[in-house]
Antibody, heavy 121, light 111 residues
Framework: EVQLLESGGGLVQPGGSLRLSCAASGFTFSTYAMTWVRQAPGKGLEWVSAISGSAISTYYADSVKGRFTISRDNSKNTLYLQMNSLRAEDTAIYYC??????????????WGQGTMVTVSS | QSVLTQPPSASGSPGQRVTISCSGGSSSIGRNHVYWYQQLPGTAPKLLIYWNNQRPSGVPDRFSGSKSGTSASLAISGLRSEDEADYYCAAWDDSLNGYVVFGGGTKLTVL
């Protein structure tokens, strides 16, 4: 069964850091681009970042550029999101998702259950 | 970075047909595929339509997508109570370094 399982969310103070993980199973992880999408409480979906299967290419939303870093370890079938200089507006459920094709521009066909990040003092 | 424009709400009675629009620009919908996601209350989003009008296996043919120029739409026919959800359109925008843009979401109410 194809599955994505996020972890690492929690409560962090403004200016702090957090690293999210997304463990993948049931498919050849290294073949597919992966992405992070977030959803603030009561709000819509916001794309955060994406990474190619080989990790050569990365993409970021302007709102997180310079603060967040996406990476992957294909030997561990795991996707990461390192979040630094966190702000209150980063409070959201963070979903990882698998890209349907090889590119970050393709559909997000498999989603994890999400992990909640709360930035508050 | 730009966003796609959707109506915030839509509604219909059981059995009716409802359409949800999604408007973008030349660098997003105008040049790239459109995707639609359904998010039931309290759950993760689910892919509903890919490549403008393709349905993943398991998605009923009551759901259909179309695209014309810089706009797209999602149609739901034979509306059912379980279709009550939030619907989001999305597309790649290849301006600058490239990024994904989502619509603001449309909350569908089945009356």
């Amino acid at each position: 069964e194809v599955q994505l399982l996020e972890s690492g969310g929690g409560l962090v103070q403004p200016g702090g850091s957090l690293r999210l993980s997304c463990a993948a199973s049931g498919f050849t992880f290294s073949t597919y681009a992966m992405t992070w999408v977030r959803q603030a409480p009561g709000k819509g979906l916001e794309w955060v970042s994406a990474i190619s299967g080989s990790a050569i290419s990365t993409y970021y939303a302007d709102s997180v550029k310079g603060r967040f870093t996406i990476s992957r370890d294909n030997s561990k079938n795991t996707l990461y999101l390192q979040m630094n200089s966190l702000r209150a507006e980063d409070t959201a459920i963070y979903y990882c998702a698998k890209c349907y094709g090889g590119g970050a521009w393709d559909a997000f066909d498999i989603w994890g259950q999400g992990t909640m990040v709360t930035v508050s003092s | 970075q730009s966003v796609l424009t959707q109506p915030p709400s839509a509604s219909g009675s059981p059995g009716q047909r409802v359409t949800i629009s999604c408007s973008g620009g030349s660098s997003s919908i105008g040049r790239n595929h459109v995707y639609w996601y359904q998010q039931l209350p309290g759950t993760a989003p689910k892919l509903l339509i890919y490549w403008n009008n393709q349905r993943p296996s398991g998605v009923p043919d009551r759901f259909s997508g179309s695209k014309s120029g810089t706009s797209a739409s999602l149609a739901i026919s034979g509306l059912r109570s379980e279709d009550e959800a939030d619907y989001y359109c999305a597309a790649w925008d290849d301006s600058l370094n490239g990024y994904v843009v989502f619509g603001g979401g449309t909350k569908l109410t089945v009356l």
